[in-house]
């Protein structure tokens, strides 16, 4: 069995569907809200939305903005209620085939999205996110035809998304339009040992029959990355050129895309595998890539700190531990309690310590006029050194199954982070608070589990 993940560029890259258009468009406010959520600028979206007359539409978009904030449950009543009020609204219906995928409901969130082209065709975003959902079935002919459609609609003011689509493009070319990223294993492979340093985790990887390099095993990227050193000495040539989205700096930086033959991680290997690069000098002195666990989604990944290994199994895990979770472009996000106050944290082995965003440590009271709060302290990433970081106080981190105390932990800017995803991060929960459990990531279930 081989399933392909949504391949991201490095983050948002989709490759889209074709649909029908419908015999017209919809009429869009005379301010346009979905322009304002297209800039980010959810607060003046809302501010907009609570003095509007209460219809279908602002419905649907009340439900967008609660989506951005993370309040995905809210989002989904909103939506469903839009569309009771008029069958007919679009943009709730992109709504719910956003939470579809989000739960990875591929079927659902292509009915849904086909639903809203077919009311709206001349929205690209709807076209954009269709094939997010069909690309998990390999529809690469209509995903093609769809991202060459939401390139034709030429967007306004999304440059990034739509640098991301072109190189979308030149890689289903560079392919030809074949499958890849093929996981090639056995039924039941031989754990994976890693090592533990620096609080990460490293396993050993070859690439093209050299090395091993040197890895780390990171649930928080959203796709497996090289150094640039290392494409540079096994003689790649790029394919194309993003974006590529991370903590630090400007929280992005421009990306080679490589084509890799094969990818092998003990028993496993990976086939015609798009990789990405980063060329920040402190992550390249420790690591030679980064494996992103999506590319393993075929399995059920059990990431066991405690005996120091990685497991893989088709077998679906039947204990009573597991916790629900949003999946958002090959990232997991685990709804938490932190001091009272709700968020979604990206499960990140990548991550040397659990981080709040600065938006979180604000919601605690705790910002950089609070006396000892503002530190010199830098956080390095793939997208340079970061700014603005926070010291906070000891935390409590409750899932719906654990309740974990850290003495300390930082706050750093995530906004480029959210904006990235589509929706509030709240935090990064990294190696203190998974350190001592056997973390399970189920990318069928949308869930993990977390047992010691």
Known sequence: MSRRHLLVLPALTSLLAVCTAAPQAQVRPAISIADLLLKDEIQKAEGILQSAARSAETLAYQGEVEFRKGNFEKAQTLYQTSIQMNEKTARAHFGLGKLAMAKVKSKDAVASFKRAIALDPMEPLYHF????????NKNTLESKMQLEEYVR???HDDEERLTQAKAGLALIAAFGNKDYAVVDAPQQPAPIPFRKALNLIFADVKINGKGPYNFVVDTGASQTALSQKLARDLGLKA???TVMHGVGGSGKVDSNIYRVDRLQVGDVGVKDLPVGTFDDPLISQIADGIIGTSMLADFIVTINYPDSRMELTHKP????????????SNMLLLPADVNGHHGNLIVDTGAITTVLSLGMANAMGITEKTPGALVNMGIAGVGGAQGTTLMLPQLTLKTIRQ???????????LNDISRMLGTEVSGVAGFDFLKNYKLTL????AEIHLSK
């Open 129 to 136: 996110y269709a094939g997010e959902a069909l690309e998990l």
């Open 239 to 241: 394919i194309t050129t």
């Open 442 to 445: 189920d990318y069928y279930k």
């Open 403 to 413: 309740s974990e105390s850290l003495t300390q932990a930082l706050a750093i800017d």
């Open 317 to 328: 895990v039947t204990t009573p531990d597991a916790i629900p979770v949003w999946y958002m």
């Open 153 to 155: 609609l030429k967007p």
